[in-house]
């Protein structure tokens, strides 16, 4: 690695190229190729998302890529936030299109119309479905790997209800499913409110899922939105109700992207490359032999420890390679960011050991052949962790109680102030302070005075450089 983390968007740019997530040379700006390492480590994420939605009775679906003008249309809100975003298509082969069809930015409009086809009546409800797929989206600022780019792979779960009150407990259930994933991707992160002006387009508020990177800067990895009912009127998606009128859905939708790896990368890794949560990681245990005599004997002992590994449903990989040296394969995998490095030596055959390397802390064990498999076992939780709590310990220095325009400016992390919530003072604090609202937690903190009214609230706003 040529850069340390000190350099923050140096180091984040080069990791994400020369840990093998992706490379970045494809002609067209903000679209890289996912390369084998790191698109499996998205596929475990996906396969995550799979698992956990479908215990709470959401099913998989796939929707077409290209959406057409007339469906991307019908709701007024939804288009002003996306037309400057959109790819359109506009002919196909040397014909223009009667219809022009757009790349989906999103996939309401491509889904809702089928909603109305496929909602009747209320035993049709709750409708609960979601697709992983690339959404596109025309980013003329600078974009930057997993974070900012013009093709993303992506995560949406839409839902549709009887009632609000039900949408409202859809919108629970996502906060409950969030919490998990959060565990599982060791991602430390603050639920709030966004403000009107930065709701989605077409929503009747958005709750954002925002963490912090180590430059301070905040990033948005998630969003929950109530819909109401301000899709289903313009996309007649209608249910006959018990009583025999009929009545529109209330819905919502759950987002999530490429973005959760980025913040793995940002929060996690170090000046020596990629820390990956074990409960994701493709590599959990990679086994180094150290082959300077008894070759044979070593790479024999080390197939057997990777079967024994395997065995226990351990995914491990053997470093047989021939050509390198320990050394270089140690530096190798710790760039990577495989949790666990097991070296294997002649001498350790001799006692009965192996030597167990945490990438975390870089703490070596020895520990004896009768109880490393458990061993293992019980470093990968404790890595798992000590990732969670040190991640959350380090974004909280990032977030700070200030009560001037002032501090907001000098700090350079996530500023918690006193907002009185109305437009035109926050407003005023993101002009005075060249930052944004991110949003305001969703628990209201102790009474204090807006800090540009000075009127008395219990409403935060946290403020910040999101990404
Ligand atoms: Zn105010």
Same mark, same amino acid.
């Given at each position: ?167 409202? $407990?859809?919108?629970?259930?996502? /906060? ?6 959060? &565990?599982? *991707?060791? !991602? %430390?992160?603050? @639920? ?65 992207? $490429?973005?959760?790896?980025?913040? /793995? ?6 000046? &020596?490359? *990629?820390? !990956? %949560?074990?409960? @994701? ?83 070596? !064990? ?102």
């Amino acid at each position: 690695m040529e850069f340390t983390k000190d350099n923050f968007s140096e180091w984040y740019n080069e990791v994400v190229e020369s840990a093998g997530l992706v490379d970045k040379r494809y002609p067209v700006k903000g679209m890289h190729i996912w390369r084998p390492y790191g698109w499996k480590i998205m596929q475990n994420i996906d396969n995550y998302f799979r698992e956990i939605f479908g215990e709470y009775k959401h099913e998989e679906v796939n929707f077409p890529l290209l959406v057409p003008e007339t469906e991307f249309k019908k709701e007024a809100e939804h288009i002003r936030g996306f037309e400057d975003e959109v790819f359109w298509v506009t002919h196909g082969g040397l014909d223009e299109l009667d219809v022009k069809l757009l790349l989906r930015p999103t996939s309401e409009t491509a889904m809702y119309p089928m909603f109305s086809l496929w909602i009747r009546s209320h035993a049709d409800l709750p409708l609960k479905i979601f697709q992983i797929v690339n959404i596109f989206r025309y980013e003329t600022k600078q974009t930057r790997t997993f974070i900012r780019m013009r093709e993303v792979h992506f995560f949406e779960a839409h839902t549709a209800h009887k009632t609000f009150e039900e949408a409202e $407990e859809q919108i629970k259930e996502d /906060i409950e499913i969030w919490k998990k994933i959060a &565990r599982k *991707l060791a !991602i %430390p992160y603050r @639920i709030v409110k966004k403000a009107d002006w930065d709701k989605f387009p077409g929503a009747i508020y958005s709750l954002g899922v925002e963490t912090v990177m180590p430059s301070g800067r905040t990033l948005q990895i998630a969003t929950f939105h109530q819909y109401g009912q301000n899709f289903s009127k313009p996309y007649d998606i209608k249910y006959l109700k018990e009583d025999g009128e009929h009545e529109y859905v209330h819905q919502t939708t759950f987002g999530m992207s $490429e973005r959760l790896l980025g913040a /793995i990368v940002g929060i996690h890794g170090d000046d &020596r490359g *990629l820390i !990956i %949560p074990p409960e @994701i990681a493709p590599i959990q245990v990679v086994i180094v032999p150290i082959v300077t005599k008894k070759k044979k004997e070593v790479l024999k002992e080390s197939k057997k420890i990777r079967d024994e590994l395997r065995e226990s449903e351990i995914k491990v990989h053997l470093d047989d390679r021939d050509n390198y040296t320990p050394g270089y394969k140690f530096y190798d995998w710790e760039l990577r960011g495989v949790p666990l490095r097991l070296e294997l030596g002649p001498k350790d055959m001799e006692k009965g050991q192996v030597v167990l390397v945490r990438r975390d802390t870089r703490e070596k !064990i020895f520990v004896s052949r009768e109880e490393y498999v458990e061993k293992i076992k019980s470093l990968l939780s404790e890595i798992q962790e000590n990732m969670i709590v040190k991640a959350e310990e380090e974004m909280k220095k990032r977030i700070r109680e200030v009560d001037s325009i002032e501090e907001i400016k000098e700090n350079d992390g996530v500023s918690a102030v006193h907002w009185c919530g109305s437009d035109e003072c926050g407003h005023k604090i993101e002009e005075l302070t060249e930052k944004k609202i991110i949003g305001s937690p969703i628990n209201s903190g102790e009474k204090g005075k807006c800090v540009i009214c000075g009127k008395e609230t219990e409403k935060i706003a946290y403020v910040a450089k999101p990404y």
